[in-house]
């Protein structure tokens, strides 16, 4: 057995039809396996530390907390004047 399947675990959930179909949507759009669209998300989600230094050292603990539209730019009146 190789040291890479010592180390993993298996880890099943139930997913509705609907939910299994995004994920193999997403993949296929970006060309790669289900299992890796699920990990690269994970990943980008739980990467929340910040430079030493920046802006975002030390309010690590409020990234994700704001309630509002991922993008401002998707409601035109967030974006009036902008720019003048």
Do not use: C
């Not at 739980?46 to 603990?61: Q, R, V």
Request: charged letters at 35%; zero cysteines.
């Amino acid at each position: 057995m190789s040291k890479t399947k010592e180390k993993t675990v298996w880890f099943g959930m139930k997913l509705t039809p609907e939910q299994k179909e995004k994920i193999r949507a997403l993949a296929r759009r970006k060309g790669i396996s289900q299992k890796e669209v699920v990990m690269d998300l994970i990943e980008r989600e739980t990467k929340k530390e910040a430079a030493k230094g920046s802006f975002l050292d030390g309010i690590e603990h409020l990234s994700g907390k704001i309630v509002g539209p991922d993008d401002l730019s998707t409601n035109p009146k967030y974006m009036e004047g902008f720019g003048k």
